[in-house]
Each structure stands twice: as structure tokens, then as C-alpha cells.
T-cell receptor
Framework: KNEVEQSPQNLTAQEGEFITINCSYS?????LHWLQQHPGGGIVSLFM???GKKKHGRLIATINIQEKHSSLHITASHPRDSAVYIC???????????FGTGTSLTVIP | GAGVSQSPRYKVAKRGQDVALRCDPI?????LFWYQQALGQGPEFLTY????????KSGLPSDRFFAERPEGSVSTLKIQRTQQEDSAVYLC???????????FGQGTRLTVV
């Protein structure tokens, strides 16, 4: 059983579209992280959330603690947004992260 | 350097060969994590260090996997007698203390042939 579930697994969008990636988790957490991984590259941290909403440029992340759900939104998507987006949680017990399997996003010009 | 550095970036090993993967965390970061990421999957936890102490090694898949961080900074993940199923990207992450914001390295892509 995965502690963290993401959807969709794969997503193709036209440039300019509004994109939403969803993450649900089943354990108590201290924080939820959205990460970006480009092919052949390392992982970059986009957001760390424990409540509410954060915005950085065209990226918006929200979290609902009661529903154990988070969303990552990309407005006015661009081909350079093409990457794998990974949701991860850090638990309020223990010291590790638990990762979702990632959402592979392709934005077509 | 400013970020987490891993070396080598790519490693091809013959089945049965021993390999050593290095991680240089951000200076001063107490926590260091190793993860294994199979193709098309999310990272899976391998082991965790707080300074030089290996506090959790529950994710190491077999006794062929060994990690150390003798001086509380650089860490080495060693895989003995590599097998094809060990082929994966091995990611290292460090953070200042408990998993608040973690910083990830570029990963080492290991291919066992």
C-alpha cells in the first residue's frame, strides 16, 4: 500500500493550458513537498506546505489537511514545464520522506 | 559547492562487480538520506543518517547494500556483487535537521550489465 498516491500518472497538455496534478496521502504528516524532476536530472524542491496555499510564479500549490489532499497547479503551461512532478510527505514520526510515483507532464508547443 | 553533489553521475557495472557511490551534502546539513529510484517509479527510501549515526537502514534491500558517513559529512553507498535488479538512479538528499526542506543531488544512474 502506498502512503502517497498521485494522479494522473501521465499528462499531455497544449501550451497555455491550465494543469492540475493531485496528491492524496494516508498518514500523518509534518509537511508535504512538491518536487520536479527533469529527464536525466536531479530533483528540485518546488514547494513545502503544511497548510493553505503557496504561489511561485506560474505554480500554485494547495493543501487540505482534513482531506489529506494536495494539488499542484500550473497556469499558462509552457514546454519547459515538461518534467516529472513528484509529491512527497514527511511524517510527523520518523525521519524519512514518502514519495508518490510521480506525474509525467509533457507540454506540447 | 552550493548544492548536494553526487558522483559519479553515471556508472556501468558488470554483474558481480562492487560499486561505491558518493554523496557530498550541503555543508552543515545534519540529515542525509539515500533513495533508490527505479525507472518510472518514485524514489524509495534506503537509509538515513543524522550526522555520522545511521539511524534508519530499514530500506536497504539486502545485505549487499552498505552505507556509511564516518565523519558526518560525505556519505558513501556501497553495493557489493551487483545484480541487474540493482540498476536504478540512486539519489542523495540532505537537510538541516528533521525532514523540513530537503535538497537533492543529481543522482547516480547505475546500470548493471
Amino acid at each position: 500500500k502506498n502512503e502517497v498516491e498521485q494522479s494522473p500518472q501521465n499528462l499531455t497538455a497544449q501550451e497555455g493550458e491550465f494543469i492540475t496534478i493531485n496528491c492524496s496521502y494516508s498518514v500523518g504528516i509534518s509537511a508535504l513537498h512538491w518536487l520536479q524532476q527533469h529527464p536525466g536530472g536531479g530533483i528540485v524542491s518546488l514547494f513545502m506546505l503544511s497548510s493553505g496555499k503557496k504561489k511561485h510564479g506560474r505554480l500554485i500549490a494547495t493543501i487540505n489537511i482534513q482531506e489529506k489532499h494536495s494539488s499542484l497547479h500550473i497556469t499558462a503551461s509552457h514546454p519547459r514545464d515538461s518534467a516529472v512532478y513528484i509529491c512527497a510527505v514527511s511524517r510527523n514520526t520518523g525521519n524519512q520522506f514518502y514519495f508518490g510515483t510521480g506525474t509525467s507532464l509533457t507540454v506540447i508547443p | 559547492g552550493a548544492g548536494v553533489s553526487q558522483s559519479p553521475r553515471y556508472k556501468v557495472a558488470k554483474r558481480g562487480q562492487d560499486v561505491a557511490l558518493r554523496c557530498d551534502p550541503i555543508s552543515g546539513h545534519v540529515s542525509l538520506f539515500w533513495y533508490q529510484q527505479a525507472l518510472g517509479q518514485g524514489p524509495e527510501f534506503l537509509t538515513y543518517f543524522q550526522n555520522e549515526a545511521q539511524l534508519d537502514k530499514s530500506g536497504l534491500p539486502s545485505d549487499r547494500f552498505f552505507a556509511e558517513r564516518p565523519e558526518g559529512s560525505v556519505s558513501t553507498l556501497k553495493i557489493q556483487r551487483t545484480q541487474q535488479e540493482d540498476s536504478a538512479v540512486y539519489l542523495c538528499a540532505s537537510s538541516a535537521y528533521r525532514p523540513t526542506e530537503a535538497f537533492f543531488g543529481q543522482g547516480t544512474r547505475l546500470t548493471v550489465v
